[in-house]
C-alpha cells in the first residue's frame, strides 16, 4: 500500500507559513491528513483537516478545524454517490454536483483531480464545480475550477475568483511548486 508524507512553504507575498500532509492508500480508498500553520496581515492561523476519497480519487467525506483571530471553527461534511454534499444540519443544496473538495490553504488537495485527470493528453483540459473551503472561516462556497494538462508533471490550474496559476507533480500526482503559492520542502 502507498504512503507518503510531504512538506511545503508559503510562497505568498502577504503571508507565509508551513504545511505538511500525509497521503495513505487504504483497501476502501485514499486518506489524506494536512496541517498547515500560516501568519498573515491580519493574524496567525491554522487548521486541519482529513479527506476520505474512493479508489475514484473522489472525496467522500471531509472534517476540519480552524483556530485563528477569528476564534475557532469546525467543519464535518460528506457527499453521497449522486455529487450530493452532506453536513450536520442537512443537505448542503448549493454544492450539488461539486466533485471535489479544495482546502484553500494546501496543495494537497489539488492533488486528488490531477490524479484523476492523470490520463489527460498535453493540452486537455477539465472543468468542474468543486467545494472550496476558505481557511481558516471554514466557509464553504461553490467554485468553477480548470485544470489544463501542460506536459507530463505540469498543470495550468484556475478559477473565476483567484486567477490561474502553473502547478508541477511529482511521479505521485503530489505538488511540489504551485506558482505564487506553495514550494515543496520534503
Not at 94 to 112: F, H, K, M, Q, R
Not at 130 to 159: K, N
Not at 164 to 185: M, N, P, S
Amino acid at each position: 500500500m502507498f504512503g507518503k508524507t510531504v512538506a511545503w512553504r508559503r510562497l505568498g507575498p502577504d503571508d507565509e507559513g508551513h504545511s505538511v500532509a500525509r497521503i495513505e492508500e487504504r483497501p476502501e480508498g485514499w486518506w489524506t491528513l494536512g496541517e498547515e500553520v500560516l501568519l498573515a496581515p491580519e493574524g496567525a492561523s491554522g487548521c486541519r483537516f482529513e479527506v476520505e476519497l474512493g479508489m475514484d480519487w473522489l472525496p467522500t467525506r471531509v472534517t476540519a478545524a480552524s483556530v485563528g483571530a477569528h476564534g475557532t471553527a469546525r467543519l464535518s461534511m460528506w457527499r453521497d454517490a449522486s455529487a450530493h454534499w452532506f453536513g450536520p444540519d442537512g443537505e448542503i443544496a448549493e454544492l450539488s454536483g461539486c466533485l471535489d473538495v479544495d482546502i484553500a490553504a494546501t496543495p494537497l488537495t489539488n492533488t486528488y483531480p490531477i490524479r484523476r485527470y492523470a490520463a489527460m493528453a498535453a493540452g486537455e483540459f477539465r472543468t468542474a464545480p468543486v467545494a472550496w473551503v476558505e481557511v481558516p472561516s471554514l466557509r464553504v462556497e461553490r467554485v468553477e475550477q480548470t485544470y489544463t494538462r501542460v506536459g507530463r508533471t505540469e498543470w495550468r490550474y484556475g478559477d473565476p475568483q483567484h486567477g490561474t496559476f502553473r502547478i508541477t507533480v511529482d511521479d505521485d500526482g503530489l505538488v511540489v511548486d504551485y506558482e505564487d503559492f506553495a514550494q515543496r520542502i520534503s
